[in-house]
């Protein structure tokens, strides 16, 4: 029997509308995020699942209780998002123009490189993929949603799909889309990723 999980990243909010760094910072949804809410529920009507995670920061809780508002919602503080420490609230160009050494080293060595304040990919990667391995084996032959950022999208992207955790940065993961994984036995049959709205 096979094991279904869908990832889905958090609706928008006025930082990434802005395309600032968010990390731990905790926005609510902007008018935007709560419509793209509405449309992606009319998009998951009817689906059945066995199990809803989310992180505990307040845009992925309102785009959890947006989609399933009378079900079971399993807040877990390994699916927050990177802390991007100094970075957070700056744009690329503002972390670039402030730390322009310290934001290159992080460009190019995400996975071992931390910001100010802030922690690496490498620790991100250990608290996601320690998620990940305690659902899937609590939900065998489930149905499973999981609501997140951006980050650990791309961890659990990356460790299914065995992509060196050097190289996880890359992986697009747009606002309100969804990623789908079907796994049999423990290995990954089926998947599409960064499903947007409409399409």
């Not at 972390?95 to 931390?114: E, K, T």
């Not at 250990?126 to 499973?144: K, M, N, S, T, W």
């Not at 650990?152 to 955790?165: A, F």
Request: glycine content about 10%; some cysteine.
């Amino acid at each position: 029997m096979s094991t279904q999980l869908f990832l889905i990243r958090h609706c928008m909010t006025d930082y990434t509308q802005k395309q600032r760094y968010c990390g731990w910072r905790d926005p609510s949804l902007n008018a935007g995020g709560r419509d793209q809410a509405k449309s992606l529920k009319s998009q998951i009507e009817g689906e059945k699942f066995d199990a809803v995670y989310c992180s505990p920061l307040r845009r992925v809780r309102e785009t959890a209780e947006l989609l399933f508002p009378q079900g079971t919602i399993v807040v877990d503080d390994r699916l927050k998002e990177l802390n991007f420490g100094s970075f957070e609230g700056l744009t690329h160009q503002e972390a670039m123009s402030r730390y322009p050494d310290l934001y290159n080293q992080w460009l190019h060595s995400p996975y071992s490189c931390q910001p100010p304040g802030g922690e690496s990919v490498k620790g991100l990667f250990g608290r996601v993929v320690d998620f990940l391995d305690q659902a899937l084996r609590e939900h065998d032959g489930q149905r499973i949603v999981v609501l997140t950022h951006g980050g650990p999208i791309k961890v659990m992207t990356g460790y299914l799909m065995k992509i060196d955790p050097e190289d996880i940065w890359g992986i697009m993961v747009d606002s309100a889309s969804i990623s789908m994984f079907i796994m049999e036995g423990g290995r990954l049959v089926e998947h599409f990723l960064n499903k947007r709205l409409g399409e």
